[in-house]
């Protein structure tokens, strides 16, 4: 029986019943970059999975952002099943975190990696991929997929599994090595197409390719100092044993979970303690805050502020966006929309000639930036900065140094504030700090804004574009780093978020995105958000904060 599907920028095409995707793509011709993924319907599908009925099609590959999660999830199972090839199956390989779209990964209980190890795992993937190895995914009980985990010292992966409310689990299957991976994978591993290993610290670069340079590997640039803010992260997360999504549900079963919020929050009050003690130290005039979207950068200020004062300084706040050009003269995008995240949008001049008056001692007129007629105003705030005082300033362009390039450096202290997550749902999925925000800015969006999360959704793309150009290439300037995760946040943000997600329509082009993220939810238990402190970061987004 033949049925008629329609493909996105093909058009209708009459396929048999029961022909997978891949079979499809492959009728299609040669495309610019190797399709590698489908949605069906807005759903997210592999290109092994048959379609038996009409419906809506659409192919992606690296340069989707689901096609190129594929692509990188497909290359750690490759390299993993390489690692336990050499190393032995029950070899504990951990994807830590991400650094500038590449994986930084570490071999646990005392291995050492060497530049001939890498070597020796990296021609096992090339003769593996050369191979062409169909990976398999197989749907197995629940108690099935527990013994798979076990056999191959997975233990990170037994016990997230316990939580599942399913009775089954979808595996998948390399030669004779088997994984869970939250998501989907390439069709096999002839798809993998580069990929590079390179020693760093005590652990090792997984390097993927660029989604937009015909797969060539990108230059694997330094980012020191986010690479120990990470590793201060991953290993205090350790030192509490909640470094995967299943011992934090262990801990919440097991009634731990007020616990685990207090000692989270100290963390987060010891390191604001020491970043305030740093800039009375060094006698600093401004502290400029930046970060990205949803990283927590206004709660973070005002916290900042009581600790300011607890040094005797008298802090005061000001906010970038109150020195937006008005309106009519602020900068489009590509596609002729209003670019608020452009360093164009501030008024440069004005800005430095107010902060030079501030440090001259002269009282200065603020403005306040009205958003709905577009236009600065000015409603008598005025400022003057005596020997002790303080200015915090906060915004996303705060470490770039044109925003305030009249002031000399020896008067300024930077921080960035971002939410660099701290725990990963088992040693071999992590969690994308993205995804952390994205889902902080749902909730904050609908219950401060009413916005619809289909909004916040479709706005998502744009926003992380506006970072990647203008926030995250000046965060190695910062001074004093400060992650605003915190380990319990999704157990605590799932019942905020999940009745959202579930809203967006099956017919809405965000119901993929939405999917992905409800089934990201599904791994946590849930807490109740009565416990969490009024003055904690999460507060900004939940409501009922002190500030």
């Not at 530049?115 to 169909?134: P, Q, Y």
């Not at 590079?196 to 005590?202: A, F, I, T, W």
């Not at 230059?219 to 201060?232: C, H």
């Amino acid at each position: 029986m033949d049925i008629t599907i329609n493909i996105k920028d093909y058009g209708e095409l009459t396929v048999p019943q029961g022909v997978t995707l891949l079979e499809i793509s492959r009728r299609l011709g040669e495309p610019e970059r190797p399709i590698i993924l489908a949605t069906v319907n807005h759903r997210l599908q592999d290109l092994r999975i048959p379609v038996t009925g009409p419906c809506d099609v659409a192919f992606l590959d690296i340069s989707d952002p689901n096609g190129y999660r594929a692509y990188q999830r497909s290359a750690s199972f490759l390299m993993i099943y390489a690692a336990k090839t050499i190393l032995g199956k029950k070899a504990r390989i951990v994807i830590e975190h991400s650094i500038n779209k590449n994986y930084y990964c570490e071999l646990l209980e005392d291995m050492e990696v060497t530049d001939e190890l890498l070597k020796r795992i990296e021609r096992v993937m090339d003769a593996t991929a050369a191979a062409d190895i169909k990976i398999e995914k197989l749907a197995l009980p629940v108690e099935e997929a527990i013994e798979r985990a076990e056999e191959f010292g997975m233990h990170d992966k037994v016990s997230l599994l316990r939580y599942r409310r399913t009775s089954n689990v979808n595996l998948y299957k390399l030669d004779w090595f088997y994984d869970y991976f939250y998501g989907q994978m390439l069709p096999s591993t002839g798809y993998i197409k580069s990929f590079k290993l390179e020693k760093r610290n005590k652990g090792f670069i997984l390097a993927f390719p660029s989604a937009s340079n015909d797969y060539q590997l990108a230059e694997i640039t330094p980012s020191n100092k986010l690479s120990e803010v990470f590793a201060e992260s991953n290993w205090w997360a350790r030192v509490l044993k909640v470094d995967t999504v299943g011992a934090l549900n262990d801990l919440i079963s097991n009634g731990g979970g007020g616990d685990i919020m207090r000692v989270n929050e100290a963390l987060h009050e010891k390191k604001i303690a020491y970043l305030a003690d740093r800039v009375h130290q060094m006698k600093k005039r401004i502290v400029l805050i930046a970060g990205p979207s949803s990283s927590g950068k206004t709660t973070f200020a005002q916290r900042l502020c009581v600790q300011l004062r607890v040094n005797g300084l008298r802090p005061s706040v000001l906010n970038l966006d109150d020195y937006f050009v008005d309106r009519e003269f602020s900068p489009r995008d590509s596609e002729g929309n209003y670019d608020f995240e452009s360093p164009d949008a501030i008024d440069i001049r004005q800005i430095n000639e107010d902060l030079s008056a501030l440090l001259r001692g002269e009282l200065v007129k603020i403005p306040d930036f009205n958003f709905l007629i577009g236009k600065r105003e000015y409603k008598g705030r005025a400022l003057h900065l005596s020997p002790n005082d303080v200015l915090v300033i906060e915004g996303i362009h705060g470490l770039n140094e044109q925003i305030t390039e009249h002031i000399p450096r020896e008067n300024k202290f930077k921080i960035f504030v971002s939410a660099l997550t701290q725990i990963n749902i088992d040693d071999h999925n992590r969690i994308p700090t993205t995804d952390t925000r994205l889902i902080r800015r749902i909730v904050r969006d609908y219950r401060a804004r009413g916005a619809d999360p289909k909004r916040s959704i479709g706005m998502w793309p744009s926003v992380l574009r506006g970072e990647n150009l203008n926030v995250f290439p000046f965060q190695e300037e910062a001074d004093g780093f400060f992650n605003s995760a915190l380990v319990y946040e999704m157990s605590v943000l799932k019942q905020f978020a999940e009745p959202l997600l579930f809203h967006v329509s099956k017919l809405d082009p965000e119901y993929t995105e939405a999917q992905r993220l409800i089934k990201f939810l599904d791994s946590f238990l849930g807490v109740s958000s009565e416990p969490v402190a009024n003055n904690s970061i999460l507060r900004e987004f939940i409501g009922g904060g002190c500030f």
